[in-house]
């Protein structure tokens, strides 16, 4: 097997593993989330904010992992997309996952402290839901993650690395997606929210497809062996 082709095939893999970690991490934590009182369902709750972090943590390192993979084959076409990739989602993203984990941990000994009994509770209260949604950060790694997103679609669409239909896709894709993540920002809409869902749904769809078709189909031989873009 060659080099292109194996490379393919850890990127979709990287895909899958990272989209498979975030699901269970939602899965873990999304009923603590969705609790009234959040630091109290911390304390009863320790072990799956625990497992959700690891997930969470894992998709990051998964995810992060992608760009460096695929920087090899990018670079040929555009270096300094390929770089710009690099920083955005396997560098800046994972800045933003480690400071969710971090957050969710943190939650960990703030709520034996609120359990303890403390004459701010409502403060503590707020920490509490401010460290387990962290929303501002959610919507900041939505951000960064579909600027890089547009580089390597863009790459990937100029050199025809894949079919054109599947990275036009993605370009396409990432724009609802990146709006949803500037309008969290700015608090217009909860980065939870429905619509936010439903505007992050065709690009989420999309990874899944380009995950499959590397490990199935691989890189376009024929634009690998074609001479790089200028």
């Not at 959040?38 to 998709?59: C, D, K, Q, R, Y």
């Not at 960064?144 to 079919?163: D, E, Q």
Request: charged share 10%; with cysteine.
């Amino acid at each position: 097997m060659n080099t292109n082709r194996m490379t393919a095939r850890i990127v979709g893999a990287l895909f899958i593993i990272g989209t498979v970690a975030g699901s269970l991490s939602q899965v873990f934590t999304e009923p603590i989330r969705d609790a009234q009182d959040a630091l109290s369902s911390v304390s009863a709750n320790e072990t799956p904010i625990i497992l959700g972090a690891l997930f969470w943590l894992t998709m990051g390192l998964a995810l992060a992992m992608v760009p460096v993979v695929a920087f090899p084959v990018l670079r040929k076409h555009s270096e300094v997309l390929a770089l710009g990739y690099v920083v955005f989602r396997g560098g800046l993203e994972t800045v933003t996952y480690v400071a969710t984990v971090a957050g969710w941990l943190l939650l960990l000994p703030l709520s034996r402290v609120y359990q303890a009994g403390t004459p701010d509770a409502s403060g503590f209260r707020a920490w509490g839901d401010l460290l387990l949604r962290a929303e501002q950060i959610g919507s900041i790694s939505t951000i960064v993650f579909c600027l890089g997103a547009l580089m390597s679609y863009y790459v990937l669409y100029r050199s025809k690395l894949i079919p054109r239909w599947l990275s036009g896709w993605g370009l396409i894709a990432a724009i609802p997606y990146l709006a949803g993540g500037l309008l969290g920002l700015v608090d217009l809409v909860s980065p939870l929210a429905t619509i936010v869902t439903v505007m992050d749904l065709p690009l989420a769809v999309q990874e899944m497809v380009l995950a499959v078709w590397l490990i199935v189909k691989g890189f376009n031989p024929s634009a690998i062996a074609s001479e790089p873009a200028k």
